[in-house]
Every structure is written in C-alpha cells, then in structure tokens.
C-alpha cells in the first residue's frame, strides 16, 4: 500500500470528538475483502466489511473511500447500513460512538457529515437525526432533516453535581 495513502487513512478522524495524541501512533491495521488504490488519481477504495482499528479508534464500513491532493487527505467516505465509528477522546472515560448510513469526513474544511440514520452517542447523550453536520474546528452541531416531518432527538443524561449525595 502506498505510504502516502496509508498516512491519509491515519489521519481518519477525530470524527465527534478530539482524537487520543496516542492513537495517531499506534499502528494502522485495515482489513477489508477488496482494495483499489490509484496513486495517480489519490483515490483508494475499500470494500467489503471494511475494518479499520489504530488505538482506540475503530471504523466499519461496507465501504471506504480516501481522496487525497497534495499528499494530504482531502475527504474519507464511509458506506454501510450502518457505517460505525468509536473513539475515545483525550480526557474522557468514556468513548464516543457514531452511526450512519453515509459519513463524509472533509479533512480540509474540519467537518463531518453524518446521513441517514444518524446517532452520535457519548456517556449515555444521544443525538438522532437524519442528518447531523459537526464543525470539528469550531465545536459546532446542526442537526435536521430536509424532509418536512424530519425531526432531531437529543437525549442528555443528568449529570451529577460535585459534593451532591447520591440519592
């Protein structure tokens, strides 16, 4: 596999959430039933029950596209019903999860772009919709539907409050 695309896959995400400093340095193990690279093109695809595992992040997919220019990711595409992502950020106890029918990671512009049966769970919080747009830069969500009828569901969990007895 060529380096250049193997440097973009380990770049994959820090999708919902910052990514451990330690993932990025943990070996990148992919497995899928078929690969396509295209160095010219800066394009690989992989295809069937795509797994993707570097420290805590793992990645399924039926399948994967990444697109490069320049040497750097531009875009990571993963298909399935659903695709799935989870991670464990810095700092937290807990991972984070992600689902959709469709996930567009725009490396260059910060964003991802969950559709489709979207859900982004962390620590028992649940935000549903069919389309789910988080702004990694700038910590930003917009969740809806474009169909009229479409509606988002958020679930928060209470949070404990520091010296408040349990009950």
Do not use: C
């Amino acid at each position: 596999m060529s380096r250049l695309l193997l440097t973009g896959i380990l770049l994959l995400l820090p999708l919902a959430a910052p990514a451990l400093d330690s993932d990025r340095r943990q070996p990148l193990d992919l497995v899928a039933d078929q690969a396509r690279i295209d160095n010219q093109r800066g394009i690989a695809i992989y295809t069937g029950h795509v797994k993707v595992v570097q420290g805590t992040l793992h990645l399924w997919a039926e399948r994967l596209e990444t697109r490069m220019r320049n040497g750097e990711i531009q875009r990571i595409l993963a298909d399935g019903r659903p695709a799935r992502y989870r991670q464990r950020p810095d700092g937290r106890q807990e991972d984070v999860t992600a689902v959709a029918h469709h996930m567009d990671y725009q490396a260059d512009r910060g964003r991802l772009i969950l559709d489709g049966g979207a859900e982004v769970h962390q620590g028992g919080d649940v935000f549903r919709s069919e389309h789910i747009v988080y702004d990694i830069k700038a910590d930003r969500v917009q969740a809806g539907g474009s169909k009229a009828g479409e509606r988002v569901h958020i679930t928060i969990q209470p949070r404990e409050r520091p010296g408040a007895s349990p009950p």
